[in-house]
């Protein structure tokens, strides 16, 4: 199969490499001459077979509207444009209804995995036409992990389904750094008593009912600089987990735990916390998301 990428930064760039070590064959376009392979978006077009596959993997909001309506202008009707950045899930439907008028056709999915999905696989979450999803299905299966297809992909239901169920995923993830935020201010308030947080940490990553890949990164952030000291408790949030709450309030939906997780976020930019280097470090660790330094 020959799919094309449009957007090569850390997340694109990396699922290029994997598709090409699954034997996939990618052209992948983006703007700085140093990793694309085309020229343009019509040099792009004009390399895909037809019916042409085109991933884009761009920051949400405006530079994906301009993309997706950009694109659309060098495809032909059944061509297929997938979705794969964080769009709001509102932004589906415009964007396919859009495309539709053109005859091509959308898929949206949410991808998580961050800078380890190169190594790992990638958790994907689609949502679309069955038929459309059917035809997508080899990059799914190139991207996701080993294992069960089940357990790294999902079609979750039909457009704008994707980015729903990884809207929620972020907001679950914005609960969970918090929780272990929290317990990392908590024992490094008490050195009095605990005299190695790191090892208190590394001693639960096997065994207790709380271990994890969140809890992993957090051993992995503690031993590269144990009291991150070069880390700002400043942490940005990326509006997936603003947009769980705003979902949650109009379905009347309780979600304290996320709800307090975002707002944490906002306090960490009013003063320096301990928690809130931990989060940050943490979205650096899973994510590769810069950081503020101290």
């Keep these: 199969m020959h799919l094309g990428i449009i957007g090569l930064g850390k997340m694109g760039n990396n699922m290029r490499a994997r598709l090409r070590e699954k034997g996939l064959e990618v052209t992948g376009y983006d703007p700085n001459p140093d990793v694309t392979d085309v020229s343009s978006l019509a040099d792009l077009a004009a390399a895909l077979p037809a019916p042409r596959v085109v991933w884009v993997m761009v920051p949400s909001g405006k530079i994906t509207d301009d993309v997706i309506h950009n694109v659309a202008e060098v495809l032909s009707p059944g061509d297929l444009v997938i979705d794969g950045g964080n769009s709001r899930f509102t932004d589906d439907a415009v964007h396919a209804e859009f495309l539709a008028t053109k005859g091509i056709k959308f898929i949206d999915v949410g991808v998580s995995g961050g800078i380890w999905g190169l ?104 031993e590269e600089d144990p009291d991150f000291e070069k880390i700002a408790g400043y942490v940005e949030d990326s509006g997936e987990g603003r947009w769980t709450v705003h979902d949650a309030l109009d379905r009347a939906v309780p979600v304290p735990t996320i709800s307090a997780a975002i707002f944490a976020r906002f306090v960490s930019r009013q003063k320096d916390s301990p928690a809130m280097k931990a989060v940050a470090a943490l979205r650096n660790q899973f994510g590769g998301h810069a950081v503020r330094t101290s």
Excluded: C
């Design 119 to 222: 190594e790992n696989g990638y958790g994907l979450m689609a949502g679309g036409d069955a038929a459309d999803v059917e035809l997508a299905m080899p990059i799914f299966d190139a991207l996701r992990p080993e294992g069960p297809r089940e357990e790294g992909f999902v079609h979750a239901g039909p457009t704008g389904a994707g980015h729903y169920v990884k809207m929620v995923h972020n907001g679950i993830e914005y609960a969970l750094m918090q929780a272990w935020a929290e317990g990392y201010e908590l024992l490094e308030s008490r050195s009095d008593l605990v005299h190695d947080v790191t090892g208190s940490f590394k001693a639960w990553q096997r065994g207790t009912v709380v271990r994890s890949w969140l809890l992993d990164l957090l051993v992995k952030a503690l």
